[in-house]
């Protein structure tokens, strides 16, 4: 059976070193914020080209860590809209609920899976105060044109960066200066953005267990992130804030350090993959994804469409190929939201309906995406 990812195999190249930084830690003695999780927040500021990195528990937390940073620093208050893709992962949901905040869905594009710029304007009430822009399977958000909405509007840009490591090009856009065109410093102070990144194993930089970070360029919410992550306190027992217990953990952070090297070389061998199944799977039953070819994709995972899609994963099953569905049930569906379920977005159900994973990781072989374009050409 090809596997859809192959985590052990991800991590066997780094045995030895996750060992010896075991070893280092337990000689450290030093478990929690400690240097290893220090060394990891500048190295993946750096990587992302922002000020600051703050280490969070998982990517759920960093989300909701954004949002309450903002309320603490009085940008976004309990009861405020925050626009989100109807199609995304119930997370990037969640996590505005659990700010206490209103999240509002808007449709996707079919070709794009990402949200729909164009019909964000018609959901602008006068309480919509952020944009939450999530890169869905590692392909960049059209964040040219959710800055000019945002900009128009006065409204925050929040982007879900979970899926998307290493998109950097506009990732943090607002706050990256020499790659945003058309963007003055007072406008780039004006909005500072946020990105909430996980490292759940299966991520493209992925931990041996949980883990998150934000990334941002705006001192006053590194300052309050850094404070809220650890029960709101930055000196030890004095509480500036309410806050929560989501630190990246140590251990993690060391095991991210040793793999973030690899990262860029990792998501262009996923991006090669994605180069042939894109030119070699020639089938009529089946709907490739949009790619422009540009670095705005890092295919944390490559979906495709089908009309039939359980019968088209029947038939890969019975050929030994493991495919996944990202996800059977879109957010408004779900049983937790039952005012939501009489809702209608039907592009995003449609995507819900059609989307089939292919096996997508960087130590999928030559031999094994042949095997794959063959047996979906075969179909
Ligand atoms: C789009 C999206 N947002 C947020 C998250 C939450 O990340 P985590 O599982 O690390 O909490 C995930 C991953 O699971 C995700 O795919």
């Given at each position: 059976?090809?596997?859809f990812?192959?985590?052990?195999?991800?991590?066997?190249?780094?045995?030895?070193?996750?060992q010896?930084?075991?070893k280092?830690?337990?000689?450290n003695?030093?478990?929690?914020?400690?240097k290893e999780?220090?060394?990891?927040?500048?190295?993946?500021?750096?990587?992302?080209q922002?000020?600051?990195?703050?280490?969070?528990?998982?990517?759920?937390?960093?989300l909701?860590?954004i949002?309450k940073?903002?309320?603490?620093?009085?940008?976004?208050?309990?009861?405020?809209?925050?626009?989100?893709?109807?199609n995304?992962?119930?997370?990037?949901?969640?996590?505005?609920?659990q700010?206490?905040?209103?999240?509002?869905?808007?449709e996707?594009?079919?070709?794009?899976?990402?949200?729909?710029?164009?019909?964000?304007?018609?959901?602008?009430?006068s309480?919509?105060?952020?944009?939450?822009?999530?890169?869905?399977?590692?392909?960049?958000?059209?964040?040219?044109?959710?800055?000019e909405?945002?900009?128009?509007?006065?409204?925050?840009?929040?982007?879900?960066?979970?899926?998307?490591?290493?998109v950097?090009k506009?990732?943090?856009?607002?706050?990256?200066?020499?790659?945003?065109?058309?963007?003055?410093?007072?406008e780039?102070?004006?909005?500072?953005?946020?990105?909430?990144?996980?490292?759940?194993?299966?991520?493209?930089?992925g931990s041996?267990?949980d883990?998150?970070?934000?990334?941002t360029?705006?001192?006053?919410?590194?300052?309050?992130?850094?404070?809220?992550?650890?029960?709101?306190?930055?000196k030890?027992?004095?509480?500036?804030?309410?806050?929560?217990?989501?630190?990246?953990?140590?251990?993690?952070a060391?095991?991210?350090?040793?793999?973030?090297?690899n990262?860029?070389?990792?998501?262009?061998?996923r991006r090669?993959?994605?180069?042939?199944?894109?030119?070699?799977?020639?089938?009529?039953?089946?709907?490739?994804p949009?790619?422009?070819?540009?670095?705005?994709?890092?295919?944390?995972?490559?979906v495709?469409?089908?009309?039939?899609?359980?019968?088209?994963?029947?038939?890969?099953t019975?050929n030994?190929?493991?495919?996944v569905?990202?996800y059977?049930?879109?957010p408004?569906?779900?049983?937790?939201?039952?005012?939501?379920?009489?809702?209608?977005?039907?592009?995003?159900?449609?995507?819900?309906?059609?989307?089939?994973?292919?096996?997508?990781?960087?130590?999928?072989?030559?031999?094994?995406?042949?095997?794959?374009?063959?047996?979906?050409?075969?179909?």
């Amino acid at each position: 059976m090809i596997p859809f990812l192959d985590l052990k195999k991800i991590n066997e190249p780094y045995e030895t070193a996750f060992q010896e930084k075991l070893k280092l830690v337990l000689d450290n003695g030093w478990y929690i914020l400690g240097k290893e999780t220090e060394t990891f927040e500048k190295a993946f500021a750096e990587y992302c080209q922002t000020q600051y990195c703050i280490g969070a528990g998982n990517g759920f937390d960093a989300l909701v860590l954004i949002f309450k940073g903002y309320i603490e620093l009085g940008k976004l208050k309990k009861g405020d809209e925050v626009i989100v893709p109807a199609n995304t992962y119930i997370a990037s949901i969640l996590s505005i609920l659990q700010a206490d905040l209103i999240p509002v869905l808007v449709e996707p594009k079919l070709e794009t899976y990402n949200i729909n710029p164009d019909l964000i304007f018609e959901k602008i009430t006068s309480k919509t105060k952020a944009i939450l822009a999530v890169h869905l399977y590692g392909q960049l958000a059209e964040m040219d044109k959710i800055n000019e909405i945002a900009d128009q509007n006065n409204l925050l840009i929040i982007e879900d960066a979970a899926q998307s490591h290493g998109v950097s090009k506009f990732q943090n856009s607002k706050t990256q200066i020499p790659n945003y065109k058309d963007v003055t410093l007072s406008e780039v102070e004006e909005h500072l953005g946020a990105s909430a990144h996980s490292f759940y194993p299966g991520k493209n930089l992925g931990s041996l267990g949980d883990g998150g970070a934000i990334t941002t360029n705006d001192p006053e919410l590194a300052k309050v992130l850094f404070s809220l992550r650890n029960y709101g306190s930055e000196k030890k027992y004095y509480n500036e804030y309410i806050g929560v217990n989501s630190r990246l953990d140590e251990l993690q952070a060391a095991f991210l350090n040793i793999k973030l090297p690899n990262l860029n070389a990792d998501n262009e061998k996923r991006r090669v993959i994605a180069k042939r199944y894109l030119a070699e799977i020639k089938n009529d039953k089946i709907e490739l994804p949009f790619w422009d070819f540009s670095n705005n994709h890092v295919f944390h995972l490559f979906v495709i469409r089908t009309k039939n899609r359980d019968h088209l994963q029947q038939y890969l099953t019975k050929n030994n190929i493991q495919t996944v569905i990202h996800y059977p049930v879109p957010p408004h569906k779900q049983n937790a939201f039952p005012d939501w379920n009489n809702l209608s977005f039907p592009i995003t159900e449609k995507i819900h309906n059609e989307v089939l994973s292919l096996p997508m990781s960087p130590v999928l072989t030559e031999t094994e995406v042949n095997y794959i374009i063959e047996i979906l050409n075969q179909y």
